[in-house]
């Protein structure tokens, strides 16, 4: 039960811009950062932005990531082949019964 | 480098409880500071946060789960674990073991485990 919205696909050609939206609540994204994660074809997901938009090291700054309220977004810019993948969203929610940590719907990232 | 590993049976039968133990290597569990959770994704579906466990045994579970779902921590050989209870065909999923920092990101993840239920 996802409770953070992304669209389910997004493409480009490469070189191209590609950006994914991620829309929550007060809860979750208007009170807490947001994370990004790459989850490539039958791998584990893997951080990809932390804090809204900090990269952990060895991260492409091809990659970026900026919160606005109760939304945010990644954008990948200069998108190559191995960025096919599904990309999830996250937070932590102050939910009433404590924190959860809640994920995207996710979005597939097609290279065309 | 923090490095995690599932292990536990492939195949649960229905009614039946799920065991899954994650053994943690390169960072120690009592140190404190995290949050060792466990995360689960159905078949093409997306994540789903299960819980977490600190390291002196506090839980929090989600609660969609929390009446089916226990999770312990084994200090001593740096492993916790997930026992989810009355598995019906709804619980196949890749469950992986991961490290949550309680007010950033889940940021290391182990390599998953696929659990199917079935008779």
């Known amino acids: 039960q996802s409770v953070l919205t992304q669209p389910p696909s997004a493409s480009g050609t490469p070189g191209q811009r590609v950006t994914i939206s991620c829309s929550g609540s007060s809860s979750n994204i208007g009170s807490n950062t947001v994370n990004w994660y790459q989850q490539l074809p039958g791998t584990a997901p893997k951080l990809l932005i932390y804090?809204?938009?900090q990269r952990p090291s060895g991260v492409p700054d091809r990659f970026s990531g900026s919160k606005s309220g109760t939304s945010a977004s990644l954008a990948i810019s200069g998108l190559q082949s191995e960025d096919e993948a599904d990309y999830y969203c996250?937070?932590?929610?102050?939910?009433?019964?404590?924190?959860?940590?809640?994920f995207g719907t996710g979005t597939k990232v097609t290279v065309l | 480098q923090v490095q995690l590993q599932e292990s536990g049976p492939g195949l649960v039968k229905p009614s039946q409880t799920l065991s899954l133990t994650c053994t943690v290597s390169?960072?120690?569990?009592?140190?404190?500071?995290?949050?060792w959770s466990w995360i689960r994704q159905h078949p093409g579906k997306g994540l789903e946060w299960i819980g977490y466990i600190y390291y002196s045994g506090s839980t929090y579970y989600n609660p969609s789960l929390k009446s089916r779902v226990t999770i312990s921590v084994d200090t001593s050989k740096n492993q916790f674990s997930l026992k989810l209870s009355s598995v019906t065909a709804a619980d196949t999923a890749v469950y992986y073991c991961?490290?949550?920092?309680?007010?950033?990101?889940?940021?290391?993840w182990g390599q998953g485990t696929l659990v199917t239920v079935s008779s």
């Open positions: 804090s809204n938009n």
């Open positions: 996250a937070a932590w929610d102050d939910s009433l019964n404590g924190p959860l940590y809640v």
């Open positions: 390169g960072g120690s569990i009592s140190s404190g500071g995290y949050y």
């Open positions: 991961a490290r949550a920092h309680p007010t950033t990101a889940i940021d290391y």
